[in-house]
């Protein structure tokens, strides 16, 4: 599965979110106990689920994972990066093997710390 999102995100990085979908569905949460709060846009590929994430509340130059969920409850990295001077404007690009049907959340997480959980709709 590692794999799988390694390449998924590969794909997202290569051909952005700018690119015509039919449908992308967008989910946002805020946990205030971290004061960090993340919107999700994601839509069905044939691999799994691309995605691109938006957060809010952390400070530049943090690392941080979105996790996916899936409806048995297995989780799967679909990306990472470091937050940038700009955090709030920048989406990041990523990608899960999950398909889209079998999505339940996705959370930001940083230093083994769960962030931010965002339902899946």
């Known amino acids: 599965l590692v794999a799988g999102a390694a390449g998924a995100a590969t794909w997202s990085a290569l051909n952005p979110a700018a690119t015509p979908s039919a449908h992308w569905d967008t989910s946002a ?50 990306g990472s990066w470091k937050t940038s001077y700009d955090e709030g404007k920048t989406w990041y690009t990523g990608g899960s093997s999950v398909m889209l049907d079998s999505l339940r959340s996705f959370s930001i997480v940083s230093g083994g710390r769960v962030l931010v959980t965002i339902p899946a709709h």
């Open 29 to 78: 949460a805020a946990n205030a106990a971290t004061h960090v709060s993340a919107t999700v846009r994601y839509t069905a590929k044939s691999w799994g689920t691309a995605v691109d994430t938006q957060v809010h509340g952390l400070p530049d130059n943090v690392r941080c994972s979105l996790v996916v969920t899936d409806t048995a409850g297995q989780k799967v990295v679909a």
